[in-house]
Structures are given as C-alpha cells and as structure tokens.
C-alpha cells in the first residue's frame, strides 16, 4: 500500500524535474554591480528589451551592491552553478579570471557581430587576452578636472591647460580664500587618481602602464618627479585640510559650497551633486606637464563577462552580441550619461558634456583604466596605503617610494 | 545512567550545531592559516610560511599594539567610570532613572551607527567637537581627529568608550542590587567611612560583577573591528588598524585568505590566553573560599 501511495507522489516530482530542467534551459542568469539608482534602471531595461526580443528567453537578473559583488563574484566563478553572465571592469580585474580560467572566451561572437568594426581598437586591448576575446566593453567614462563655472568666472579664470596655468589658477583662487582642489581621501583611490594623472602627464602613458603592471621599481626616478610636484601642491595648500577625514561625497561638499573650485573625478560625480550645482560643473583635460609626452587618460570601462562553467553558453553568447549591438549600449548612453564604445550609437543619444568628453577621448594617444584597475588588487591596496602616508608627510617621498618598492617585490614574487 | 542519556539527547542538537557553524570553520581557519588561497583556486600548503611572515610584517605589530593600546584605555576608562556612574546612580538622586536610561541608551544602537554619529562629531569642519573647541575659545587644540595619524586611534576608541561605559554601569548596577543595604547600613553605624564602606564591602561583594565586566571589556577590546571599519578603515596609513581589521583587509581586499586566517588565529590564542587565565584564577578562587 505504501508503494502504491508513494508512485503518484514520484510520478509527480519526476514530472517536476523534466518540466523545470526544460524551462531551465530558457532561463538565463545575469548577475551585475549596477546597484546605484540609476544604473540599475538601466540594467532592468535592457533585460526587458531583450526579453522582448527572445519571448522564449525569460531572463533572472540579479543585482548585487558593488563591494559584495566583488566578494560574491569570487565564490560564484568557483562554485558549479554560475551565473550566465556577469558584469565586470575591464584591466587587472578581468585579466585576473582569465588568468585562473575562471571565464570563457567567445571570439565566435566578436567574430560573428563583426565588433573589430564596431568598437574602436583601443578597446581591443583591454577584450582580448591571447587572441582570444573574454571582455565585452560596454560602457564607460572618462576622468578631468571638474570646476564651478561661476568660481572661475568670479575671478576671471580659464580652463588651465599647462601646469603653469594650473598653479597660476590656484594661486589665484587661494589669494581670494578659496580652496584650489576639493579631495576626500578617506577610502583612498581619489588620491590613487592624482597618482594616475601626474604619473600619466610627467612619464607617459607606456611608463605608467609598466609601472602599474609592477614591471618597473617605484624607486625609479621618474616617480621621484611625480611625488615632488604632488609635494609641492600639498604643501602650498592646493587642496582642502584633513582630506583624510572625508570621503569622496564629503569632499565634494567643499566644491558644492563654494569654499573650494576644483576636484579631480570621475564623470560620475555628476550623480552626487544637486542639478543647480550640476549646471555650474564644467570639466577640463587634466592639465599638459612636459608637450613631448602622449596623452593619456583614465578611462574605466566596465563590460561583460560568461562564467567558465556557465550552465547556457549558447544564450549567454545570444546576451553578449545583444549587450554589443547599438540597441544594447544606447541605455547606458541615453539615460545615464555614460559613454559606450559601439560606434554605431548615434551621437545625438549623447548630452553635451558627454559630447564634450567624447571629444577629448578621441584627442587623446593611450588609455588606462584606473589606479587599483590596473593592478593587482594587493599591490593596490597597500601602495595606496602609502600614498596616505605620503600625503601626511610629503617630506619623507623617497622612504615611501622604498616602502612601495617593498610591496611591488612581496606582490610579484 | 538513563539521565545522563536524556542529558545528550537534549544537548545533541545544538552541539552539532555549534560543531558546524563555530568548531568546524575554527579548526578550518588554523588549517588554512598554513597554506597559501585566494579563495578562487585550491589552498597550497606552504606549513608555517604564513607565520614567518607575520613576524616580519610592521603593519601585524602596529595592529596589535593597537589592540593592547585599546585593551589598556578599554580596562581604564569605562571600568573605572561606570564603576563611578553605577555607585552615583544607584543612591536616591533626582533623575536617576533618567540618567541611568541617557547614560545606557548608546548601548541600543549598533556601533555602525555611533561610529558614523562620531565621524560628524569629529568632522573638521562642521563637528561638534570642533566647533565647541572654537567656541569656548580653544582654537588651538582643533584638528582632523580622525585624519591625523597621531589622535585617530584615540578619536575611534573614544566612540568605543562612549558605547562602552553604559553597558559596565548596567552590569555594575545590577552588581550593587544585590547587596543588602542593612550590611552597608550596619558598617556606617560601626563608623566606616564611605571610602572604607566601598573598600571593603561594596568592591569584594561585587565581584561576581566585577568578573563579568572585566572579560566582556577585554573580549569587547580584541575584538574591535567595527568601529575601526566605519570611523577610518585602518586609516590613515594603518595608524588605527587593529588586528581584527587587518584581517579583514588582508583576506577580503588583498585575497590572501590564508595570510588572513593567520592573523585570526594569532587573535584566537590571544583572546583564549587572557580568558582562560583569568576565568581559571577566578575559579581556583571561589573554590578556595
């Protein structure tokens, strides 16, 4: 009797399984970073395109907050059951997967969508890893000097464009009690893009790179240079005091306020401002030190990657070559300001700081993509450390090139 | 016999679970403590490499003065003054009640939230401490407190303080409750002084109380972690990173797990010494009375 109870009962769980493992392969699992309001809008909208492009599709998209993801991400790639897609940033972070065979190439894709011709070359660098492609660059932006119009117009300024013009600026700005540069260093890396830039403008994008790759001591003279003009800055009260009690949102107040003119960010600092404050933001190239030296600039990209063990490959691949097509970027573009590479994107989809941007992308020789993106996250981590010390003591540069120099060998040994 | 069984009936299920969820990852942390992971690929053992290390690494030894340096302003400060608040607060006052509620309330909150309550307090600019320094025309003593290298670590104790002090004046109170008045009655009558009224019958039958605080305030002070994490990250520059900090960066930023687990491990030990000798004095001591 008991077996005669159970049969239905299996019949019934059998009959589940066949059913769910058949609508499984219909569900695709993205899992992404977009966690901030406006990103994850986006993100929600591009999956219910997508979806109502591929009926059959039904996509599970599951966002996670930026630092847990980073966390999560880890245990996700090692487990069996990843997701099918997911988001990631371009430079060491995506190279480090790949490096453990953590992620899966789809060249037949790039190959296929005809991307060589889509998006512009400099992006190949940061897809491809051995011919093979693993990073669909989705969209990204740029770093400047962001400044209040009304400030500069106040006292008669224009946009420095050499480093002379820069100090004179300042000196001006200070004259009249106002801070030159708002900055909060508290988690670090906005001081890690001072780093980036006067690194970038002194010894070149292809110097910066090595260095950042840990290929060349920090005890090299040519950083010696970029902590000597730094020091020179920190020591004539270029930048508002204590930076290290504020975070970046909190420095900004300075900027907000008033009490300081000028802050070295990214594009999104745009999210963080009221829209008064937003309409008197204008930005500039970080300034030219040495004319005989290509430009370079930071520009982190974020994109997309497919887990090694990614249940669909199939659809996943369908995802990527959606996510690469025009219909896939322009979201990011229109509603969120950022810049994506597919070349196809119209520009009127852009507004007109982004047109402004885009611009100066276009003028410049290399890209980076960030400080603590460009490197191995240990390295990072701890040098940027130093570059705190270094802002409490600028005096002691060369005992804290050797300290980073220390770091670097434990790192790559 | 047949009780002992019911015994471990009873005590099965949470002794599995407590061997799952605390035993098993504790001796997986010493296991791990020997190898090297990133927590993506397989652990290689690499025996005591980890250790060496350690040993070698100044940013181990600035942690863990600052654990002592915590442990010592910790077994100080807020002892001593909830101690003093307890005594106050437990003879008929006006407003006790209110004092005792105002002085423990701190205790409510999480310590995410009080740290970020003192991040504003400490706020160069705009804090209160500040802005009452320059106020009472003390212009000079005004500061980042937490972005200088030399008062940060005071400046995130101090909120840990703050948080603290309730909790030892509660334990203390409670302490006192038990105490018959009709005792410290009768010493006043045979003409004890108040100070050898507290000397020499107030502190010896609070002991059990005494006790209580003493490993809770050392347990709270090794364990530090979330108001270092919140007020300045171990910042700047490691000058208020403590141990249980560095672990955290080293196996959740740098993805050294078994670097990490090292640094743990070294903690646990340190933790289980004090504990264990005290907790085993205490006993040896109520035995022998």
Redesign the interface.
């Given at each position: 009797m008991k077996i005669k109870k159970l049969l239905p009962i299996l019949l019934v769980f059998s009959l589940l399984l066949v059913f769910s493992s058949v609508t499984m392969a219909e569900t695709l699992t993205v899992n992404t970073y977009t966690s901030d309001p406006a990103p994850r809008k986006a993100m929600k909208k591009l999956v219910d395109i997508y979806e109502e492009n591929n009926p059959d599709v039904d996509v599970q998209l599951n966002i996670t907050a930026h630092e847990d993801f980073k966390k999560a991400i880890r245990v996700w790639l090692s487990s069996d059951d990843p997701p099918d897609v997911f988001s990631w940033f371009a430079g060491n972070r995506a190279k480090y997967f790949v490096d453990k065979g953590l992620v899966m190439p789809f060249t037949d894709v790039w190959n296929e969508e005809n991307l060589d011709q889509k998006i512009p070359r400099a992006f190949k660098s940061i897809s491809f890893f051995e011919d093979e492609a693993y990073f669909l660059p989705h969209s990204y932006y740029w770093w400047a000097v962001y400044y209040r119009e009304s400030i500069f117009a106040e006292y008669g300024l224009e946009e420095p464009q050499t480093w002379e013009e820069l100090l004179e600026v300042g000196e001006t700005l200070k004259d009249n009690g106002i801070t030159p540069f708002a900055i909060g260093t508290k988690f670090k890396w906005t001081a890690a893009g001072w780093f980036d830039y006067l690194n970038m403008r002194i010894n070149g994008p292809k110097f910066h790179t090595d260095l950042m790759h840990g290929e060349v001591p920090f005890t090299d003279d040519r950083v010696a240079e970029v902590f000597k003009k730094w020091k020179y800055l920190i020591e004539n009260d270029f930048f508002v005091e204590n930076a290290a009690a504020y975070s970046w949102q909190e420095g900004l107040q300075f900027m907000t306020q008033g009490d300081a003119a000028m802050y070295l960010m990214g594009q999104f600092i745009n999210d963080a401002v009221s829209e008064d404050v937003q309409k008197d933001m204008n930005f500039f190239r970080f300034p030219i030190i040495d004319k005989d030296v290509p430009v370079g600039e930071d520009l982190p990209t974020d994109g997309f990657m497919i887990p090694a063990k990614a249940p669909n490959p199939e659809l996943a691949k369908d995802f990527i070559a959606f996510l690469a097509s025009v219909e896939g970027q322009r979201v990011f573009a229109e509603d969120m300001g950022r810049m994506v590479p597919n070349k196809d994107v119209p520009d009127e989809v852009y507004d007109k700081p982004a047109l402004k941007g885009k611009k100066m992308i276009e003028n410049t020789d290399a890209l980076a993509q960030f400080y603590d993106r460009d490197m191995d996250p240990e390295m990072a981590g701890d040098t940027m450390d130093l570059l705190m010390k270094f802002w409490q003591y600028p005096d002691q540069y060369q005992s804290i090139m050797e300290e980073m120099e220390q770091v670097r060998q434990k790192v790559m040994e | 016999m047949e009780k002992r069984k019911v015994q471990w009936r009873f005590l099965a299920v949470p002794l599995i679970f407590y061997t799952i969820w605390v035993i098993g990852p504790t001796i997986y942390t010493f296991y791990l403590s020997l190898t090297e992971w990133d927590?993506?690929?397989d652990p290689n053992f690499i025996g005591i490499q980890n250790y060496l290390d350690l040993f070698n690494d100044s940013i181990f030894y600035t942690s863990l003065v600052n654990n002592f340096i915590w442990l010592l302003i910790f077994l100080l400060v807020p002892v001593v003054l909830g101690l003093f608040l307890a005594i106050l607060l437990s003879k008929k006052i006006r407003w006790a009640k209110g004092f005792k509620a105002a002085i423990y309330s701190p205790m409510i909150l999480a310590p995410v939230v009080i740290g970020l309550i003192w991040?504003w307090i400490?706020?160069?600019k705009a804090g209160l401490l500040n802005n009452t320094l320059t106020y009472v025309g003390l212009n000079f003593l005004t500061?980042?407190?937490?972005?200088?290298?030399e008062t940060a670590l005071y400046a995130v104790i101090g909120a840990a303080v703050w948080r603290h002090t309730g909790y030892v004046m509660l334990l203390f109170l409670a302490g006192l409750t038990s105490i018959p008045p009709t005792l410290i009655e009768a010493a006043r009558i045979d003409g004890a002084t108040a100070w050898q009224r507290f000397r020499y019958i107030i502190l010896p039958l609070l002991k059990p109380a005494t006790v209580i605080v003493l490993v809770i305030t050392m347990i709270q002070s090794l364990r530090a972690f979330d108001f270092v994490n919140i007020m300045?990250?171990g910042?700047?520059?490691?000058s208020t990173n403590v141990l249980a900090n560095y672990m955290y960066?080293e196996a959740?930023?740098?993805?050294?797990m078994g670097y990490g687990a090292a640094v743990a491990v070294i903690l646990f030990i340190i933790m289980f010494i004090f504990i264990f000798f005290y907790l085993r004095r205490i006993r040896e001591e109520e035995l022998s009375v």
């Open positions: - | 927590g993506l690929t991040s400490y706020h160069p500061r980042g407190w937490l972005s200088n290298p300045t990250r910042g700047p520059f490691n960066t959740f930023r740098n993805y050294e």
